[in-house]
């Protein structure tokens, strides 16, 4: 969940409102599917629970979901749009690199602290949400009094063009930036297979920006003198790239600066943006009785839509809306139906109780499980919890098997979790090790899945529920272990039979194979090597059986 | 503790060996056992015991006493071969042939040999010469009325001392030897008079019933384990059906059918575990596969405008150690489901993470499903607020919007906690039709999911949710059975 830093001063401005106690702004920010993290005098930290509302993540976003609860001012945003005149040409040798862009300008800007920080937060989170990591959209600001229109996106050869990077003092051609600018390396997979990088620059051929990765530092920079800015997004498709610069200047054109709109001249058609022209979406006035399950009027579903930001017309129990252009996660009249629910306000809607003639049961598996359990507790066992994943190491080499067949994890956090347990035995070993400062005989089991591969199941593997006993201390020695084992099969009702084994981690000659129907398993004690692997010192002796 | 309680609080043993024990002479400690007819571990014990009560004095010395070897030990038992000699010359009328006396007397070459010897130097015996000479008693020894040399053996056998001479010439003939002992005695002291006096006065020991007894470990389920065990009955007797939540799944299930879009940054690595092996299972039905598809690339039937790219079977088909228990909802609705139904897992799920006190990369989630025509989300919000009186205890509940990708409306669930105020008890919402449609669900499906891990710690007053997976034996053995 993304989080926001924001002033509650700054907020309250926006919304025009204030906001009395914690709880009352708690309240408030539900309607934006926000919740309040902190607050420490003005200084507020708001979760953003949606993360497919990137027009959520400023507090200019925020409060104009909020103003439209406590004011007039409802429906769809209107946001001026003026001509700039200014057009940015696109080469056509970006079509295979990075194709689409849309640009915006904002004059009579007065910078205040609270405006540069919401445009900072605003533009990273909305790249790194919404643009999926600057992929499918990066975003780049821009003092525009410090650019000669028109602009040009064009791609140049690597050692072809030089620029001062963002926060750099010395010029770098494209491959010295790609190679040793953090944001260069970072980022430098995104170009990843060109010969040629796309470049932002101004008439006269000064280099604006590298999308996605840099601005330059001479004319990339936004700073408290600055009045007039430029906005683009670059990206792989022009919906996607026109509605994180709609996100974008929307918010900016919350606090009342002056939006002008810059023309975009593809090679075989030209564009303007932005044009905040609202979508449309049709919702069943049934639908949205039957799934909220309360009795509204067309006009009060169009009242309550118009307090999330809808325009609403009612007909023939439709309700013909429109909603903002910097929304796209309005996918289905579902969507429509939530926002139905949070302007009514969650916590004043009456709770029905679900009334179903329904017989539950737990599976037989947990069943099964349940009664091993039961008897190991009888046989005074104390129960222990491990991982169902770990090391090949605990797995194979410590109790001597060669065998690597296991179900293996692509991206490990760590060594330690590699690999899906086949045996719980030297898991159960691991712990003994951890515990040898307590007091004797250590008498543990524990029951859960194992893993292994199966060709024949629909996700290729079997995973059976084994039980493994382990026994440590005086006198854990073989006739102990197979009471315990006989004790076990005799309450489970199995018939066990019994065969000689020759398996690497037991006593030679004091163990032996436990067949089961079409389970399997082994039992005796364990030989000094093992023991000595996971630094026991006392005789110990298990078994280890599918249940 | 008194003198008086620490005498009555003494054991019969220690009561007996008192009772034994002398004031002015130090008396050894197979003597006191003899004296006190308590058995000599037991009277060690009684001597600890009473010492660490202060009520004896003990002496440690060194005495040298003479034992019997092997050799030594035999003969005792079974005469000396000299000795042996002379009685079977006696039973045979004093007189006999060498295979005679060495067959009658059950020799060995050698002990014949050195009985003949000796006896013929002591004048014991005459040897008759001839073809088959005769061995014949001279008479001297029924004149000597001496103790045989067995005897003397029995004595030191028996601890009893005997003459230096006699001694030397066994040890001599290697008989005996000569060892040095610590022999431990023991008598009474000032305190030790004090408490034999009041025994008399005292009829029955009084048990120390304050003292320590060694702790017993008793059998038990893991507390954790026992938490979900009780979350999952309640859920049965609530009227739901556990499912079946295999570990390892399709991203089908784990995503697609859920309708979260193959490009999804959820879906990334970072996010989410991979497998190396296996790497791909199978798809359901291919008529699901064909209206998943359909749905993700342009909303087919849903009346949704679907995520508007080319939907990929190849993609779908990875498996993965499951993330979530939707997959397993998800799975459930493909398989078929009653109608009306209510579906429960708690399950295992996996998320990359670097382990630390709040995250864990394995960890349990309890969620279910109901499924019925008349649902809702009146219905939906009735339906936490029983899980709150059911899982914690209250009806003080709040709710507040909330996102999941998968359920529109969606809904969070807050209750009161007497102690750490309101806390989020878990996430709900209503399956977007892009979910059920295509899996062939025409009716209106509540999830929820309760944050099973975060309620076990509250429960069980633990604040590091390694501890859910404790690896201290101690730790569990201490756990309560009883909250």
Known sequence: ?547 | MELKQTAESLSDIEKKTLKALEQEKFIGLEELSKKSNVQIDSTRRAIAWLEEKDFVELEERKESSTELTERGKEYALKGLPEENMLKTLQGIGGVGDFPEVMNKAGFSKEEFNFALGYNKKKNFISILPGEKPRIQLTGVAEEIKEESLQETLKKIESGEKIENEKSRELETRGLVKNVEKTVRKAKLNSRGIEALKLLGTIKQRAYNIQGKVPELFIGKKQPYMRFLLEARRKLAEIGFIEMESPLIVSEFYNFDALFQPQGHPARQWSDTYQLKRPKKGELPDKKIVERVKATHENGWKTGSKGWQYTWSAEIAKRLMPTAHCTAHSARQLAKGVKVPGKYFAVARCYRPDVVDARHLIEFNQMEGIIIDESMNFRKLLGMLKQFAVEFAGTDKVKFAPDYFPFTEPSCELQVKHPKLGWVELGGSGIFRPELALPLGIKEPVLAWGIGIDRLAMVKLGIKDIRQLFSDDLNWLRNAKVAQ
């Open chain 1, 1 to 547: 969940m993304p989080s926001l830093e924001a002033s509650k001063k700054d907020l309250e401005k926006l919304v025009k409102k204030k906001f009395a106690c914690k709880e009352e702004l708690e309240t408030a920010l539900e309607f934006a599917k926000c919740e309040l993290d902190s607050i420490e005098g003005d200084k507020l930290s708001i979760g953003v629970k949606d993360t497919n509302r990137p027009d959520l993540l400023s507090t200019e976003g925020i409060a104009r979901e909020l103003r439209s609860r406590y004011t007039k001012d409802r429906g769809v945003p209107k946001y001026m749009v003026k001509k700039s005149g200014v057009t940015l040409i696109v080469d056509k040798n970006v079509a295979k690199i990075r194709p689409c862009i849309a640009a915006a300008l904002i004059k009579n800007i007065k910078v205040t602290e609270d405006f540069l920080i919401q445009m900072i937060q605003l533009q990273e989170k909305v790249c790194l949400t919404f643009g999926k990591r600057r992929k499918e959209a990066a975003i780049g600001l821009y003092d525009w009094k410090k650019l000669k229109a028109p602009m040009h996106y064009k791609a140049f050869k690597l050692r072809e063009k030089k620029f001062i990077p963002l926060e750099y003092k010395v010029e770098m051609d494209l491959e010295e930036i790609l190679l040793e600018h953090p944001k260069g390396k970072e980022y430098k997979h995104l170009l990843e297979g060109f010969d040629k990088y796309p470049l932002l620059l101004d008439s006269k051929g000064a280099v604006a920006s590298m999308p996605p990765i840099i601005n330059s530092q001479l004319t990339g920079k936004v700073s408290e003198e600055t009045k007039e800015v430029l906005v683009e997004v670059t990206g792989y498709t022009q919906e996607t790239v026109n509605t994180a610069l709609d996100v974008m200047v929307s918010a900016i054109a919350e606090r009342g600066f002056s939006v002008y709109s810059v023309k975009i001249k593809y090679p075989d058609k030209t564009i303007v943006t932005p044009t905040f022209k609202p979508k449309k979406v049709t919702v069943n006035l049934g639908s949205v009785t039957r799934l909220t399950g309360l009795d509204l009027t067309p006009k009060q579903a169009k009242e309550l839509l118009e307090k999330a930001r809808y325009n609403v017309r009612t007909a023939k129990g439709k309700l013909l809306c429109e909603y903002p252009s910097y929304r796209q996660d309005i996918l289905h009249e579902v969507d429509v139906i939530e926002d139905v629910l949070i302007s009514t306000g969650y916590n004043k809607i009456e709770p029905a109780p679900v009334e179903l003639a329904c017989t539950g049961s737990e599976s037989s598996e947990a069943l099964a499980m349940d009664s091993a359990r039961e008897i190991c507790v009888g046989m005074g066992l104390q129960e222990v919890l491990t991982f169902t994943m770990t090391s090949r190491e605990k797995q194979a080499k410590k109790i001597g098997l060669k065998e690597n067949d296991f179900v293996e994890i692509a991206n490990p956090v760590s060594i330690n979790y590699e690999v899906f347990r086949k045996n719980i035995l030297p898991e159960l070993l691991d712990f003994l090790g951890k515990n040898k400062h307590c007091l004797y005989p250590q008498k543990i089991f524990e029951i859960g899945k194992c893993l292994e591969l199966d060709e024949s199941k629909e996700n290729k593997v079997r995973e059976p529920v084994k039980l493994c006993v382990v026994l440590s201390g005086k006198g854990a020695e073989f006739t102990v272990i197979k009471s315990a084992l006989d004790a076990l099969c005799k309450n489970m009702n199995w018939e066990h039979s019994i065969e000689d084994s020759n398996i690497s981690f037991l006593e030679k000659g004091k163990q032996g194979k436990v067949t089961i129907g079409s389970k399997k398993g082994f039992f005796g004690e364990l030989n000094k090597k093992t023991l000595e692997e996971f630094g026991l010192e006392m005789p110990t002796a298990c078994f280890e059986i599918e249940t």
